[in-house]
């Protein structure tokens, strides 16, 4: 599939109808710098639809991109970023944390995305037990590869594969554009089968 259009709607903070528009919802969350934006925008090819920056805590609302007219990308604050206070962490996982567990949005798929050189970290641990206790489809991505030489990539994404077991993972590097077309058909075998079963609210 080629995303031939990708527009920013709206940023929210709770509740809003657009959640309940029927449209699928391909939600981006990892921590803080993982590079959720970047991906956004190497997906959609648009550089800048997305806010990136180097400094960790950029997005701090749930950004919606409307792509192909047809399906959201869902652009979430990272979590686990110490440097903001502790009311604020708080504000964002809540945040989070309701669209996952509470907000009832069922047609949707979560990118779970992690930092390859990092590795899973305790709070990636804590949000996959999540996703999976609450059966919330997901897709995992290490992502940033590129920050790892050959013989380093292959041994840290071993790593990372066993501890996600049997889910897949996909490689990828926003800077090299490399895993792309595999992100993509994974996004898109998702859109096939909510296009397949009666819409949900
Ligand atoms: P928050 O919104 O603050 O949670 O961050 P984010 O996860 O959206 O990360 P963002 O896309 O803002 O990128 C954070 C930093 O990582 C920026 O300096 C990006 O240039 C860098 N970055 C993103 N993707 C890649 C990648 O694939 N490789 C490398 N080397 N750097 C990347
Ligand atoms: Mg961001």
Same mark, same amino acid.
């Not at 990136?52 to 990272?78: A, E, Q």
């Given at each position: ?64 991109? #409307? =792509?192909? +007219?047809?399906?959201?990308? /869902? ?7 110490? *440097? &903001?206070?502790? !009311? ?23 990118? #779970? =995305?992690? +930092?390859?050189?990092?590795? /899973? ?7 996959? *037990? &999540?996703?999976? !206790? ?40 926003? *800077? ?26």
């Amino acid at each position: 599939m080629n995303i031939t259009s990708a527009r920013f709607i709206k940023g929210i903070i709770g509740t809003d109808d657009m959640l309940y528009d029927g449209k699928f919802q391909v939600a981006f969350m990892g921590r803080s710098n993982v590079g959720k934006s970047s991906l956004i925008n190497s997906l959609t090819g648009k550089d800048g639809l997305a806010r990136s920056s180097s400094s960790p805590g950029k997005t701090i609302r749930m950004d919606f991109f #409307l =792509i192909n +007219d047809t399906f959201y990308f /869902v652009d979430f604050p990272g979590y686990g970023y110490a *440097k &903001r206070s502790r !009311e604020a962490r708080d504000t964002l996982e809540k945040m989070m944390l309701w669209y996952l567990l509470y907000s009832e949005v069922k047609n949707r798929t979560v990118v #779970l =995305i992690i +930092d390859a050189k990092v590795g /899973v970290t305790a709070y990636d641990q804590e949000m996959t *037990k &999540r996703l999976w !206790e609450e059966h919330i489809d997901h897709i995992i991505v290490a992502n940033k590869v590129d920050n790892l030489g050959r013989g380093q990539r292959d041994k840290q994404l071993t790593l990372i594969r066993n501890t996600y077991e049997p889910t897949d993972v996909v490689a990828y590097s926003s *800077k090299e554009e490399f895993g792309r077309n595999e992100l993509m058909k994974k996004i898109l075998s998702r859109l096939q089968l909510t296009a397949l079963q009666p819409q949900q609210k």
